[in-house]
C-alpha cells in the first residue's frame, strides 16, 4: 500500500542550531504534503503545509522543501529553541485529490538542547 | 470557535469488555478520521468519512473495531471484546472537504486495557 517514511526518528540539537527532517512518499498523486507538531500529551497541530506546485514554502524560522521527481519533501528548522522540542509528522495526501486522506510518517522527536 | 472534542479523555477497561469513544467535529466539517497512537509511536489511520460516501475502513485492524457517523457529524468508535493490545490513545480530526486538506485534531480517548 501507500506509505510515508520518515527520518530520522530522534535528532537532537543545540539551541541556535539548525534541525532537518526528511520525508519521501510512494503515490505519485500525492499533491499536498503538511506537517504536524505534537507537543508532549498534546494532540497534534499544522506548523506549515506545501502543495505539489510549489517547491518551497517558508514561514518565519520553519520552511518546507518539496521535491515531487524524486517523491521527497523536507522540514527545516532554523535558530532553534528549546519550545521547538516535540514529536514532528510529516504527511501526504492520498488518491491526487479524489479524497481527504493522508498517510502520516512515523514520527521525530526533536529534542533541542539549551 | 469550538475545536473537535473527544469523549471520554480518559478510559480504563477490563480484557473483554466492549468500549465506545465519542467524536464531535467542528461544525461544517464534512470529513472525519479516527487515528490510534500507541505510547512513541505514529499515526494509524483506522478509518475516514467523508460526507455521504461509504466510509474508507481500510486501516481498521480487526473486525472488533467499527465506527459510525450519525448524521454526518458526531462519530463513535466502537471497539468489541476488548484486548491489551487494544491500549492507545485514539485521536479523531475533522476537515473541510476539496482542496483544503488540515485537519484539526481533538485531545485523544486514553484507553488502558487491564
Known amino acids: 500500500g501507500e506509505n510515508v517514511e520518515q527520518h530520522p526518528s530522534t535528532l537532537s540539537v543545540q539551541e541556535g542550531d539548525s534541525a532537518v527532517i526528511k520525508c519521501t512518499y510512494s503515490?505519485?498523486?500525492?499533491?499536498?504534503f503538511p506537517w504536524y507538531k505534537q507537543e508532549l500529551g498534546k494532540r497534534p497541530q499544522l506548523i506549515i503545509d506545501?502543495?505539489?506546485?510549489?517547491g518551497e514554502k517558508k514561514d518565519q524560522r520553519i520552511a518546507v522543501t518539496l521535491n515531487k521527481t524524486a517523491k521527497h519533501f523536507s522540514l527545516h528548522i532554523t535558530e532553534t529553541q528549546p519550545e521547538d522540542s516535540a514529536v514532528y509528522f510529516c504527511?501526504?495526501?492520498?488518491?491526487?485529490?479524489?479524497?481527504?486522506?493522508?498517510?502520516f510518517g512515523t514520527g521525530t522527536l526533536l529534542a533541542v538542547q539549551p | 470557535g469550538a475545536g473537535v472534542s473527544q469523549s471520554p479523555s480518559n478510559k480504563v477497561t477490563e480484557k473483554g469488555k466492549d468500549v465506545e469513544l465519542r467524536c464531535d467535529p467542528i461544525?461544517?466539517?464534512?470529513?472525519l478520521y479516527w487515528y490510534r497512537q500507541s505510547l512513541g509511536q505514529g499515526l494509524e489511520f483506522l478509518i475516514y468519512?467523508?460526507?455521504?460516501?461509504?466510509?474508507?475502513k481500510s486501516g481498521l485492524p480487526s473486525d472488533r473495531f467499527s465506527a459510525e457517523r450519525t448524521g454526518g457529524s458526531v462519530s463513535t468508535l466502537t471497539i468489541q471484546r476488548t484486548q491489551q493490545e487494544d491500549s492507545a490513545v485514539y485521536l479523531c480530526?475533522?476537515?473541510?472537504?476539496?482542496?483544503?486538506?488540515?485537519?484539526?485534531f481533538g485531545p485523544g480517548t486514553r484507553l488502558t486495557v487491564t
Open positions: 480530526a475533522s476537515s473541510f472537504a476539496g482542496d483544503t486538506y488540515e485537519q484539526y
Open positions: 503515490d505519485s498523486a500525492s499533491n499536498y
Open positions: 506545501i502543495r505539489s506546485n510549489v
Open positions: 504527511a501526504a495526501s492520498m488518491g491526487g485529490g479524489a479524497t481527504n486522506k493522508l498517510i
Open positions: 461544525s461544517g466539517h464534512t470529513a
Open positions: 468519512f467523508q460526507g455521504n460516501s461509504a466510509p474508507d
